[in-house]
């Protein structure tokens, strides 16, 4: 069974960094691409990173430079360090995995961790 | 960017059949996952390729993709179907690569 388990949301100020995790389990890591994707409350989903299985990068215009995905395929982890952090960028995290290549499928998703950045 | 367009919200009766549109220009050349989500869950994958289920997922939930407009259909809907959908896509021309629609409220009456 496929399991994603988010940690290290909490709250931090405006300016302030935080890291988040993700221990993946039952399936091989190593062979996924993985995602985070947010939510703010009572609002829709937004794809916030990706990592492919090359270590290979991608982020929307609107958190690059702030934010870094990585993944430690050792320890089926991923991580998403989030420097820089503004009001904006509170919601639910969720930790999920892609499928390669450009079907963009997002198969199996954690159940997610907060973050609230103010002051 | 490229922009995926949904209906806020659908309402439908039990038993009788919901469709949820997702609009976006040639959308039938890409591939379209749909995704449900309850109140305080993490959004499951119930259509993905336009049209597959995954293991698990009903026969009732099915989908198709055409033109400008893909369709997530839900026949003889139960009151365990009240949730949030949402389309998605994959497009390398967007700043946010994987495309997420805004969301569709059904609720069953």
């Known amino acids: 069974e496929v399991q994603l388990v988010e940690s290290g949301g909490g709250l931090v100020q405006p300016g302030g960094s935080l890291r988040l995790s993700c221990a993946a389990s039952g399936f091989t890591f190593s062979s996924y691409d993985m995602h985070w994707v947010r939510q703010a409350t009572g609002k829709g989903l937004e794809w916030v990173s990706a990592i492919g299985t090359a270590g290979d990068t991608y982020y929307p215009g609107s958190v690059k430079g702030r934010f870094t995905i990585s993944r430690e395929n050792a320890k089926n982890s991923l991580y998403l360090q989030m420097n820089s952090l503004r009001a904006g960028d509170t919601a639910v995290y969720y930790c999920a995995r892609g499928e390669g290549g450009s079907s963009g499928l997002i198969d199996y998703w954690g159940q997610g961790t907060l973050v609230t950045v103010s002051s | 960017s490229y922009v995926l367009t949904q209906p806020p919200s659908v309402s439908v009766a039990p038993g009788k059949t919901a469709r949820i549109t997702c609009g976006g220009n040639?959308?039938?050349?890409?591939?379209v996952h749909w995704y449900q989500q309850k109140p305080g869950q993490a959004p499951v994958l119930v259509i993905y390729?336009?049209?597959d289920r995954p293991s698990g997922i009903p026969e009732r939930f099915s989908g198709s993709n055409s033109g400008n407009t893909a369709t997530l259909t839900i026949s003889r809907v139960e009151a365990g179907d009240e949730a949030d959908y949402y389309c998605?896509?994959?497009?390398?021309?967007?700043?946010?690569?994987?495309?997420f629609g805004g969301g569709t409220k059904l609720t069953v009456l």
């Open positions: 390729y336009d049209s």
């Open positions: 998605q896509v994959w497009d390398s021309s967007s700043d946010h690569l994987w495309v």
């Open positions: 040639n959308i039938g050349s890409k591939s």
